[in-house]
């Protein structure tokens, strides 16, 4: 299976000696349960050219530090690339920003949640068909955004959702694709430089606070890429 990671960004530099990219975090963590797949990487917000969609048996977008609704030049071609994904009924799958994208891509929209920043470990309750996905108890993952899907795009449904992300996880009737709200890929380590760099500055202290003290509760990202992999493998079209 040759999997494209679309790279919407890349971690501040300071973050990447221990950290790595992006694309380095969904390989690590998807990897070991979809270990048929040749992964690819393509770092879209750094200007590197898209491919042909029929290049790959499918795709990933990561998250990004951009709003979707922001005016870079590379999101309007990104998301004309989406669509064309959408016309050829290849798979993807979007994290994060990657989620965001996905639904302004199609007509749904996306914004500043009225609610704010929502961090740190979110429990998730499940539609039946995420729970076909992903099993049927809740599902406990890391979260670290501030936009939101608000309103769906024709021809999405939901697959989890909670107070704080109400549109937390989608799917599309009419190609096979999927996101999710939530960062499956981001390990607690992670998050908690990230907070602790930005308390005061860019997340308020109390809710930094907050976030950090849930960094200790478990996880689930085993359990979510699982899921993830049999999604690919009941849609991939694998070149022979």
């Given at each position: 299976m040759r999997l494209c990671i679309l790279e919407a960004d890349r971690p501040a530099e300071a973050f990447q000696p221990d950290h790595g990219t992006y694309a380095g975090m969904f390989m690590r963590w998807l990897g070991p349960h979809l270990p048929e797949a040749e992964f690819t990487n393509v770092f879209v917000a750094g200007g590197e050219a898209l491919p042909q969609p029929a290049d790959f048996d499918a795709y990933l977008i990561t998250g990004s530090r951009a709003g979707a609704y922001e005016g870079h030049a590379w999101i309007a071609p990104f998301e004309d690339f989406l669509r064309k994904l959408r016309a050829e009924r290849i798979p993807l799958v979007g994290v994060c920003f990657g989620h965001q994208i996905m639904a302004q891509a199609f007509d749904g929209m996306v914004r500043k949640s009225d609610g704010g920043w929502v961090i740190g470990r979110q429990e998730h309750s499940l539609t039946p068909e995420g729970a076909a996905l992903f099993g049927p108890s809740e599902l406990a993952a890391l979260s670290f955004h501030q936009d939101q899907v608000v309103e769906l795009p024709p021809g999405a449904r939901h697959l989890l959702s909670n107070t704080a992300s109400p549109n937390g996880g989608l799917v599309y009737d009419d190609f096979p694709a999927m996101s999710l709200q939530f960062h499956p890929e981001f390990q607690p380590a992670y998050i908690r430089e990230l907070l602790v760099a930005a308390s005061g500055i860019r997340v308020p202290a109390p809710l930094a606070e907050t976030a950090l003290a849930s960094?200790?509760?478990?996880?689930?990202?085993?359990?979510?890429?699982?899921?993830?992999a049999r999604f690919y493998r009941n849609h991939a079209r694998i070149a022979a």
């Amino acid at each position: 299976m040759r999997l494209c990671i679309l790279e919407a960004d890349r971690p501040a530099e300071a973050f990447q000696p221990d950290h790595g990219t992006y694309a380095g975090m969904f390989m690590r963590w998807l990897g070991p349960h979809l270990p048929e797949a040749e992964f690819t990487n393509v770092f879209v917000a750094g200007g590197e050219a898209l491919p042909q969609p029929a290049d790959f048996d499918a795709y990933l977008i990561t998250g990004s530090r951009a709003g979707a609704y922001e005016g870079h030049a590379w999101i309007a071609p990104f998301e004309d690339f989406l669509r064309k994904l959408r016309a050829e009924r290849i798979p993807l799958v979007g994290v994060c920003f990657g989620h965001q994208i996905m639904a302004q891509a199609f007509d749904g929209m996306v914004r500043k949640s009225d609610g704010g920043w929502v961090i740190g470990r979110q429990e998730h309750s499940l539609t039946p068909e995420g729970a076909a996905l992903f099993g049927p108890s809740e599902l406990a993952a890391l979260s670290f955004h501030q936009d939101q899907v608000v309103e769906l795009p024709p021809g999405a449904r939901h697959l989890l959702s909670n107070t704080a992300s109400p549109n937390g996880g989608l799917v599309y009737d009419d190609f096979p694709a999927m996101s999710l709200q939530f960062h499956p890929e981001f390990q607690p380590a992670y998050i908690r430089e990230l907070l602790v760099a930005a308390s005061g500055i860019r997340v308020p202290a109390p809710l930094a606070e907050t976030a950090l003290a849930s960094l200790d509760n478990p996880l689930e990202p085993d359990r979510i890429a699982l899921g993830v992999a049999r999604f690919y493998r009941n849609h991939a079209r694998i070149a022979a």
